[in-house]
């Protein structure tokens, strides 16, 4: 009995690959894709990423794709929309209209480049640089994808306008909140303060004949036992705090007053002097104050004189005032 050989082809994965990948690239399954792909995008149409491979996937059909009649309708309407727009507002209408089209025919590239037009004029800026560049990825004709380009451009240099502005207006809230935290805080510190004594800083005892005016007094002075009580204060006296948000504290002979207003760049209140001209019965301004406040608001140290910077000396002598609650 003879044994016949049989040789049966072997057939591998990449035998078949070439196959499956023609089959699923043939322009009919390229189409039923598109057409999965669009019924998709009507229920989510808020998908970028679904929107970017059905125009990507449409660019390799050939012929390409046909565009719907709604499509056409919507993107007329749109126009229109567009050409009567007289206010922010009225462009609204055209991108409703053009956003139609887009989800009727989603690869239609003209669609983006007028839906990003509308976009931009509604005001909506970042929307409109988003349909722009789904313009780019229908593959238009360089002419007008250089013009494309143009208006990206024009939105992102609007864009980082927009964005510093905000950033702006976010630093000046938080300065508001701050600003606001430290008045409150500089109110519950002096608010229930009543001062009815004043004192002053000397290198020589004020109430001794031999010490002439002025007598101001150095660093080591004003930390020693160089403070004399001037006089007590009738009627007493207390912090206001008007309604523009500062603080305003009076010496009790009522002739020199400072003004603070919080500022959140120094973490602190920047405070400025003030003398009554009484013939004029008016506060002329004498420029930055020194203030120092102890702990509980009960000592109220000020100067005219002393520098708020760096060019403090220590050994200069400055008149100080202060106002305590005794």
């Not at 025919?105 to 004029?121: E, H, I, S, T």
């Not at 988003?130 to 992102?156: G, M, R």
Request: aromatic content about 10%; charged content about 25%.
């Amino acid at each position: 009995m003879k044994c016949w050989r049989v040789f049966v082809p072997l057939v591998t994965a990449t035998t078949l690959g070439p196959l499956c990948m023609c089959a699923q690239n043939s322009p009919t399954n390229q189409r039923e894709t598109l057409k999965q792909y669009v019924s998709d995008l009507q229920r989510n149409p808020d998908d970028r990423t679904l929107r970017e491979r059905i125009i990507k996937l449409a660019t390799s059909i050939e012929p390409r794709p046909e565009i719907p009649e709604d499509a056409k309708r919507h993107m007329a309407r749109g126009k229109a929309a567009f050409e009567i727009a007289k206010n922010d507002n009225d462009f609204v209408d055209a991108v409703s209209e053009f956003r139609q089209a887009s989800l009727s025919a989603p690869w239609w590239g003209a669609v983006y480049f007028n839906l990003g037009r509308a976009q931009d004029k509604a005001g909506d800026d970042a929307a409109a640089k988003a349909s722009l560049e789904l313009y780019l990825l229908s593959s238009p004709a360089q002419a007008d994808a250089e013009t494309a380009k143009s208006l990206i451009y024009e939105i992102e240099f609007k864009l980082e306008k927009q964005q510093a502005e905000h950033a702006r207006s976010e630093q000046r809230r938080e300065n508001q909140a701050a600003t606001g935290a430290l008045l409150s805080n500089m109110k519950a510190n002096l608010g229930r303060v009543i001062y009815n004594a004043e004192y002053e800083c000397s290198y020589c005892n004020i109430h001794s004949a031999r010490c002439n005016r002025p007598h101001p007094c150095n660093a080591d002075e004003y930390n020693g036992r160089n403070w004399y009580k001037e006089f007590d204060i009738t009627p007493p006296t207390s912090a206001t705090f008007p309604d523009d948000g500062t603080v305003v504290v009076t010496t009790g002979d009522g002739l020199l007053r400072v003004i603070g207003t919080p500022k959140v760049s120094i973490a602190d209140f920047e405070w400025k002097c003030q003398t009554l001209n009484i013939r004029q019965n008016q506060w002329i301004d004498r420029g930055p104050a020194w203030v120092s406040i102890s702990a509980s608001g009960r000592t109220f140290t000020l100067s005219c004189d002393r520098p708020t910077n760096e060019s403090f000396n220590p050994q200069a002598r400055y008149a100080y005032y202060q106002l305590r609650e005794e």
